[in-house]
């Protein structure tokens, strides 16, 4: 399903594979229990271990409709994820590093490129069918 109030339907931003068997996906129940659990219905009846981006309460609106920490890109053994310049930059980046162990964990700000509706792996991503 696509994310509430997210226009351009960005799975990116959603859910990311961690191995093989498992993906890392933002949790949307504060924001819409019926949407995350439509989600992760999807994701389960694919056999995939579901872990979750945790988010405090609010963090999803009509203004900020982005979870785009999961917006990033794998070069070899680096991860390098967005930021912006807010609260929960620390709490976003302190998961991403737990869960991706195995990888050096490097930030960038996208503060002013997330406001067009993408963040890095967007706007890095090789688009097909043009």
Known sequence: PRQPYDMLGHGDGMVR?????????????????????????ALKKSGLDVKFMKYKDGFFTKKRDWGAYLNF????????V???????DDVALQQIKKIYS????EAINLSEII?????????????FGR
Not at 24 to 34: C, G, H, T
Not at 82 to 88: A, E, L, Q, R
């Open 17 to 41: 594979w961690i191995d093989e068997n498992s993906v890392l996906v933002n949790d949307f129940s504060n924001e819409s229990k019926s949407f995350n659990d439509r989600l992760i219905k």
């Open 73 to 80: 890109i794998k070069i070899k053994d680096i991860l390098i």
């Open 82 to 88: 967005p930021i912006y310049g807010i609260d929960d």
């Open 102 to 105: 195995g990888y050096k964990v």
């Open 115 to 127: 406001e067009l509706g993408g963040a890095l792996h967007c706007i890095t991503s090789e688009k």
